[in-house]
């Protein structure tokens, strides 16, 4: 195997992404929406966290008197339609993205799946990427996002920072999930998680949440809330 | 992206690889070692499973009378050593693959691995390898193994089986891991699990283990006993 054409390849494919990425991002922004990149392993809670969030969210306007925000999802899957399902339940708008296999998601993938929202689109104040669950592919790949961010759950264990460096290095925020767990598990060591993480990536924010208890939530809402007016110059 | 070449340059990877794994695998098969390569999500236990297999090797043998059976484990990680030290502290020999970053291990990093074993190889009756943690890559790259198992632990949930279908197309075991986090987990739905599952790949055996509570963990070694016995024409 020619290493040295391999990495050649991959530098050229990189490229080119980023370059489609940086004119999503402000095409995005001109329309006034707030897109964010949600990464983590299966199983880590990234379809049950946005379930919880986009409640949060029409929860949140309904109590200050305000409309409902514009919310889309991008359900991105190696195949199945398992997630979508059950975002479409919730009443979201949302497109379904088979990678067909491939572990992470492209500029090329991420504009045919924004087309298919067709003039929906121009109702979102925030669009979510549901990226494919795997915490090494999708650092190396620029989806356009404003903003990324990764999950952790607790059960998956504290001690992933320097397992998965690029991924930790590449977000704004981490959140980690399933809160709940913590009691069943006394040896996540929250604390070393954080330090762990913030040597890596010092302006990293941390949150920790419970889709089940609510912990959290608010908090993370309150940061895209944060996000999207810093986008707009507010 | 000029996908047709991208596809075209994996192809060819991919059929140097496979050609470099049928070697090692009939190397291997010579030297009496059978060769497991264990694949899963990040935090589904790999590490922890693998401490739990091998004391249960080690006891079983004892309570036989028998020697201990020669063991060896290669450490695949991105860039840390976590696992590995792990792995070390309970006295196994070990080696550590660091894959720089990349999502899969290739026949080229598992024959340097193998080769810093020096004449210690010899005397392996299982060799292990502790993939990277990815339900997507590994399942692309033939490692050369004689049997691939995959864990998928409670809290990830159940409804992989359609999201993760490449990984469970390839593996002779699927070894549920943290079953005692099922009573925190009444959505698990196990029957409905063992049937996608076994929908895609009839001949797959599943356990249901707890490297904490000792459930299941004999009966994967016997399997692996199993496969050894087959492998060596018993």
């Known amino acids: 195997m020619d290493e040295g054409r391999v990495i050649e390849v991959k530098r050229e494919i990189l490229s080119d992404n980023t370059k489609a990425a940086d004119e999503f991002r402000a095409r995005l922004r001109d329309k006034r929406t707030l897109y964010v ?17 986009i409640k949060q969210f ?9 409309p409902e925000p514009g919310l889309g999802v991008i359900e991105a899957d ?18 379904e993205l088979n990678t067909k296999g491939v572990c992470h998601v492209e500029m090329g993938m ?3 799946s924004y087309a298919a929202f067709g003039d929906l689109a121009d109702g979102f104040d925030y669009l979510f990427l549901e ?27 504290y001690d992933k920072v320097y397992k998965y ?16 767990y913590l009691p069943l598990n006394p040896d996540f060591d929250m604390d070393a998680l954080k330090r762990q993480a913030k040597v890596l990536n010092p302006n990293l924010q941390v949150f920790v949440t419970s ?23 507010k």
């Open 110 to 112: 991420v504009e045919r």
């Open 58 to 66: 029409r929860e949140d306007a309904k109590a200050a008197g305000e």
């Open 211 to 233: 889709a089940r208890t609510g912990e959290g939530i608010e908090e993370v809402v309150q940061f895209f809330r944060g996000k999207r007016e810093a986008l707009l110059g």
């Open 78 to 95: 190696l195949e199945s339609d398992v997630d979508a399902q059950k975002i479409k339940a919730a009443d979201v708008t949302s497109v």
């Open 131 to 157: 990226n494919i669950g795997n915490l090494v592919c999708p650092a190396d790949f620029d989806t356009g996002a404003h903003t990324r961010v990764m999950l952790l759950s607790v059960p998956e264990g």
């Open 165 to 180: 460096p690029p991924m930790f290095g590449v977000v704004d925020a981490l959140i980690v999930t399933k809160s709940d």
């Open 37 to 53: 990149d949600v990464m983590a392993s299966p199983g880590a809670g990234k379809t049950t966290l946005l379930l919880a969030l």
